[in-house]
């Protein structure tokens, strides 16, 4: 059994997901951001605004590697933005077997509107950068991924009974 790995643009469900799945498979469950936060010290907020994007994006990428390294069998949820960069799909291809947990601009509103969290949604018209970036990333989700699961006006138990049968297809092919 491979490594699960669930991505998507953020609010989608990646971590609640993933928790869920972890349970139900019985395997341990990582998440890139909390990772990164815990190595680093500091919230993914301040390490945008004291360092930057482009440092965050490296931070990504050595996480992947380090996960590459040391992952047997576990659920990992990356954060949003990590698949845009080329070298971070191969190294997720690398990792286990890629999801892309897919849900509409309006869904994804609809759950991160009051999150302050978020650095890229900070600011005027956040359901407009949630379209744009959406746009900008949806091909490239797609592209990283082995198996797209839509997630809009689903519960969670769908969600994960679609996970489970789709990666006990995928790994009996492979």
Known sequence: MKNIILTGFMGC?????????????????????????????????????????????????ECLKKLIRTAKNMIISVGGGLPVREENRVLLKKLGTVIYLRASAETIYERTK????????????????IRTLLAAREKIYEDAADIVIDVDKKDFDTILDEIVEAVDGKEMLS
């Open 114 to 129: 009051h999150d302050t969290s978020r650095p890229l949604l900070q600011g005027d018209d956040p359901q407009g950068k």
């Open 13 to 61: 469900g990646k971590t609640t997901v993933g928790i869920r799945l972890s349970y139900r498979l019985r395997r341990a469950m990582e998440d890139t951001d909390k990772l990164i936060e815990k190595e680093e010290g500091r919230t993914i907020s301040e390490i945008f605004r004291t360092d930057g994007e482009p440092f965050f994006r490296e931070l990504e990428t």
